[in-house]
């Protein structure tokens, strides 16, 4: 079983949909968890870190379920900028070494 | 704030040659930083944690003979990938952790070096 999974995709949307992405996680330990965005041939950027209370910023709400080991991330009036791919990311450990899942892609259509 | 760079972003190099990427840390700390290699359609793989006045904590895997990594002081970290082949060809990516006390674990990344081995 892989660390972090993801559902690659692609997800096609249209423009003004709502879209959610899970990921689930293997290691219970795990302590900390990030949505990142990348667009292609880009280094990842920090959409957002998710914390247990869960945490809201604008359009994209995210969500972490520590029982069942998944967090997820909700989009909501999606926008043609919103294309990317969404990286699924866990740390662990003292130096926080996290693990990347294989990103989900969206792809918004007008 | 938090910015990474990386240098260069992009390499072609002969088999057989040595190339070297520096990340640099432009407006924080970084005792820690990362290395990961990046292919075509698969995630982010962590290659090697650099810490800064230590050696390097290289993944199972990654022959730290042939991926030399130096972090000279906490804002500068190499990556020198020994006698490249074609199969090292490549999108290596650093990341480094803000030092300061209440900085939380996000990594910041750089913006990647795209390496083609001929």
């Known amino acids: 079983r892989k660390e972090v999974e993801q559902d690659p995709g692609p997800f096609n949307v249209p423009e003004g949909a709502t879209v959610a992405f899970n990921c689930t996680y293997s290691?219970?330990?795990?302590?900390?968890f990030f949505w990142y965005r990348q667009d292609c041939r880009k280094e990842p950027k920090l959409l957002m870190s998710?914390?247990?209370s869960g945490n809201e910023d604008g359009r994209f709400t995210a969500q972490l379920n520590r029982a069942s080991q998944y967090i997820s991330l909700l989009i909501r009036d999606s926008k043609l900028s919103d294309s990317a791919t969404y990286l699924c990311?866990?740390?662990?450990?003292?130096?926080?070494?996290?693990?990347f899942g294989i990103g989900t892609k969206l792809q918004v259509i007008p | 704030g938090a910015v990474v760079s990386q240098h260069p972003s992009r390499v072609i190099c002969k088999s057989g040659t040595s190339v070297k990427i520096e990340c640099r840390s432009l407006?924080?700390?970084?005792?820690?930083m990362f290395w990961y290699r990046q292919f075509p359609k698969q995630s982010l793989m962590l290659m090697a944690t650099?810490?800064?006045?230590?050696?390097?904590?290289?993944e199972q895997g990654v022959e730290k003979d042939k991926f030399l990594i130096n972090h000279a002081s906490l804002t500068l970290s190499t990556l020198t990938v020994t006698s490249a082949h074609p199969e090292d060809s490549s999108f290596y990516i650093c990341?480094?952790?803000?030092?300061?006390?209440?900085?939380?674990?996000?990594?910041?990344f750089g913006p990647g070096t795209r390496l083609t081995v001929t």
């Open positions: 290691n219970s330990a795990s302590q900390s």
């Open positions: 990311v866990v740390g662990t450990g003292g130096y926080q070494k996290v693990t």
């Open positions: 990341s480094a952790r803000d030092l300061k006390v209440g900085s939380s674990y996000e990594q910041y």
């Open positions: 407006d924080f700390q970084a005792t820690t």
């Open positions: 998710v914390y247990s």
């Open positions: 650099s810490n800064e006045g230590s050696k390097a904590t290289y």
